[in-house]
């Protein structure tokens, strides 16, 4: 029965965010689908460097930034554009959408020069998504990442795309959230066995916590923070502490989400898009067991790369939500109030496919396009 499914489920997010006033579980999403992106820009592009096919960058303590490209090399970036790459790269599953994926510097990297990266590792049939620390040993010349430890690997493999691979660090620096796609296998993110269309939570050495939702399960159960996602490319805390994460969707429904432990967002029984063939999915409103989007896009923006605005230099954009989207070919704003709902605020057109986000130690917005050659850029504002 609908009723007491719900009524359970509304209990359970209630003692899980005590304090918090949230939207009802049953609220109908804002579709930012259809809105035109500005092409008049309030800011100035500068072009820093290029790569090929980058991936992923994340600023280090010092100020540059460490850079994936999705063929397999990583590179320090000088915020002047000098390279250096960073030897030492296990071996990727590269074509499609897999290969070398997320990077990210540890909570205590100024004292353990720690490096978290995601990538498909090559398997018989297809590849499994591998999350892995280094240290990051470096001179005058050289760079490398040695002592590469394998801290959680798919125990199946699979021949699809859609790997997840996002990072992001808890704000208190102790827990590790990672996203995991559903490999194009869209049954599985409702299979609570299978390691594929999660959200993993998990200790800094890959370790379950105790406090995880289903910690008292075995295997990837045990791990699981929420459930029915289908292909997630960002993952950031805001700075009230709440975790948000956008997904592609099918031929429509891209979702921006605001996770919450132990709920299923729907993937594949709902969706606010239908199947490439046409056919049609029910939407989430026919479903309140599911978790549905604040926010949706349909048509879709193809959102990859999520970091929440805090600095100074765009003054107004503080608080705000910045996605690189792919098919959109923009960066897009998202303003989030302070019951949860977020809705798309600005989109701009920057003419090619946008692959991340970055912000720098001084306020400005870094980009990186999803070609090859792909240009890292810098935004600052105009006036």
Not at 6 to 24: D, K
Not at 179 to 186: E, F, I, K, Y
Not at 322 to 335: P, Q
């Amino acid at each position: 029965m609908v009723l007491p499914i719900l009524i359970n489920r509304v209990i359970t997010v209630g003692v899980l965010l005590v304090g918090l006033e949230i939207l009802p579980v049953w609220a109908t999403g804002i579709n930012a689908g259809g809105r035109p992106a500005m092409t008049s820009l309030p800011f100035h592009v500068e072009e820093i460097a290029s790569f090929d096919r980058p991936w992923a960058i994340a600023f280090l303590p010092d100020g540059r930034l460490i850079l994936t490209e999705k063929a397999g090399k990583i590179f320090l970036v000088t915020q002047e554009g000098v390279k250096k790459e960073v030897m030492g790269v296990p071996k990727v599953a590269f074509g499609g959408q897999n290969g070398l994926l997320d990077i990210a510097p540890a909570p205590d990297f100024q004292s353990s020069h720690g490096i978290y990266l995601t990538y498909n590792e090559p398997a018989q049939t297809g590849s499994r998504l591998v999350l892995a620390r280094g240290e990051l040993k470096e001179d005058k010349a050289t760079a490398r990442l040695q002592d590469l430890a394998t801290l959680w690997r798919q125990d199946v493999s699979a021949r699809g795309g859609q790997p997840g691979g996002i990072m992001a660090f808890a704000p208190d620096g102790r827990h590790l959230f990672l996203t995991v796609g559903d490999r194009m296998l869209p049954e599985k993110a409702q299979d609570r066995d299978a390691p594929m269309g999660k959200i993993l939570r998990m200790k800094l050495d890959g370790t379950v916590p105790q406090d995880n939702p289903f910690a008292h399960e075995k295997g990837v159960r045990a791990l699981t923070y929420s459930l029915g996602h289908r292909n997630p490319y960002g993952l950031a805390f805001s700075a009230d502490g709440r975790l948000w994460e956008h997904e592609m969707g099918p031929r429509g429904g891209d979702e921006f989400n605001l996770i919450r432990p132990g709920l299923n967002y729907g993937w594949p029984v709902v969706s606010n898009g239908d199947q490439y063939g046409g056919a049609k999915i029910p939407r989430h409103a026919t479903r309140p067991e599911f978790e549905p989007p604040p926010l949706y896009w349909n048509p879709v923006i193809a959102p990859a790369g999520l970091v929440f605005y805090e600095a100074e230099l765009f003054s107004n954009w503080k608080g705000s939500a910045l996605i690189g989207g792919l098919a959109s070919m923009a960066l897009v704003r998202v303003a989030i109030d302070a019951h949860g709902r977020a809705d798309e605020v600005e989109r701009f057109d920057m003419g090619n496919r946008i692959r991340d986000v970055a912000v720098g130690p001084d306020g400005a917005v870094w980009l990186i396009e999803d070609d090859s050659p792909g240009r890292l850029v810098k935004l600052t504002p105009r006036s």
